[in-house]
């Protein structure tokens, strides 16, 4: 499965968590979870986005994200990730 692929594939989950939410909306760990889901979804969005820049360039994703984000999705996600 392609990078784009997985990232859509997540993308799909967390919408469906939320719309589950959404359909629920009991007590405040819901709108904890929710916002989560929200922060999740804006962060799998921008990735699909530089990927397909990174793809349109034929650069790898890495290659194509700004130095401070790289830094932080280190940090985050930790840059064995970047590797595989």
Not at 2 to 13: D, G, H, K, V, W
């Amino acid at each position: 499965m392609s990078e784009l692929n997985r990232l859509r594939c997540q993308l799909r989950a967390i919408n469906i968590q939320y719309s589950e939410l959404v359909r629920r909306m009991t007590g405040e760990a819901t709108y904890a979870r929710m916002a989560g889901l929200r922060a999740e979804r804006r962060v799998l969005m921008a990735l699909i986005a530089l990927e397909r820049q990174a793809a349109a360039t034929k650069r790898p994703l890495l290659h194509a994200l700004p130095s401070p984000l790289r830094s932080a999705l280190d940090r985050i996600i930790g840059s064995s990730a970047w590797s595989s």
